[in-house]
């Protein structure tokens, strides 16, 4: 099975370099002088267990996906014009997807410009960030690949892949009930990116505050209300379940849109922060709070891209 990995920052790293631990054909696709190190010295991967090196292949060539049987897509939402529309043309018709971004409805935009049957819808939970170029630091005991067929013609791939993670030691959940995860974990992810970059602090320090906590409720509540609307969630039961893991975890959560706003580099508002409000409008619900994340943000980040 050959195997292309889309977007290979962080997280596509960590994927990539437990493949090539293995010696699976996996090829990451990315740029700059990540690609430049990979190339040349290979990829590193420290966890609790330490650091490792491994050689990986590594390119800059979109085309080169042309004979994957898998696509691994880890790319930023905001790419997703661009790069979806270059997949197109090099895919091969048997080839299928796993989609692991953080969007609500990614796969879904990916399915309109790749085709019908070509995507399986997934995500991961994953503690990840680059270090420096060829250095990836996966932090925490929490790693987590979730994935799930839409269509019995994905059932092939998703078998070898099942085969595939086992064996590179990717901890991974195969459920019937995908789409509900995705929500739950883009739930997780507006609340957490949304609150600690909207007040520039972690997610302990706004627990630890009265204000900052009861308008992280007041923001769970109104992503609730959409949830329920859509028909993603029934009741309260995963809200309860993300706010709970909030507080168990929030030693160690960070949100990697935080770190991408500390860095000053570009940000993935519009599929989160951004999504709650398009999400408002469709199921006419109030979303004062998230409005007002979401303009908070926003100004950070107009701020230092107009520089």
């Not at 099942?162 to 739930?187: G, R, Y």
């Not at 923001?219 to 609730?224: A, D, F, H, R």
Request: hydrophobic share 35%.
């Amino acid at each position: 099975m050959k195997i292309s990995i889309m977007g290979a920052g962080a997280v596509g790293s960590y994927i990539g370099h437990k493949l090539a631990q293995i010696r699976v054909n996996a090829t990451l696709i990315a740029r700059g002088s990540h690609l430049e190190s990979m190339q040349k010295n290979g990829l590193y991967l420290e966890t609790n267990d330490g650091i490792k090196l491994v050689p990986v292949k590594a390119t800059d060539s979109i085309e080169s996906i042309k004979n994957s049987d898998l696509i691994i897509y880890t790319v930023k939402t905001y790419h997703n014009d661009v790069v979806a529309k270059q997949i197109s043309k090099y895919i091969n018709p048997y080839a299928k997807i796993l989609c692991l971004q953080n969007g609500i409805t990614s796969w879904r935009y990916l399915e309109s410009i790749i085709g019908k049957h070509t995507i399986i819808p997934g995500l991961i939970y994953i503690e990840a960030q680059m270090k420096k170029p060829g250095y990836v630091n996966q932090q925490g005991n929490v790693v987590d690949l979730v994935f799930g067929s839409i269509d019995s013609s994905q059932n092939d791939v998703i078998h070898k892949m099942v085969d595939i993670f086992s064996k590179a030691k990717i901890s991974f959940t195969q459920t019937k009930e995908i789409l509900p995860e995705i929500w739950k974990k883009w739930f997780f992810i507006a609340v957490l990116a949304g609150m600690t970059c909207a007040f520039n602090t972690n997610i302990k320090s706004i627990l630890s505050n009265n204000e900052t906590h009861q308008i992280l409720k007041q923001c769970m509540k109104e992503i609730e209300e959409i949830g329920i609307k859509k028909g993603y969630q029934n009741d309260s039961s995963i809200t309860e379940s993300i706010y709970q893991y909030l507080i168990d975890e929030s030693d160690d959560l960070i949100a990697s849109m935080k770190i991408d706003l500390d860095n000053k580099k570009e940000i993935e508002i519009d599929a989160l922060s951004g999504a709650v409000i398009r999400l408002g409008e469709e199921t006419n619900t109030e979303c004062p709070v998230n409005l007002d994340i979401y303009n908070k943000i926003n100004n950070f980040y107009r701020n230092y891209s107009q520089d």
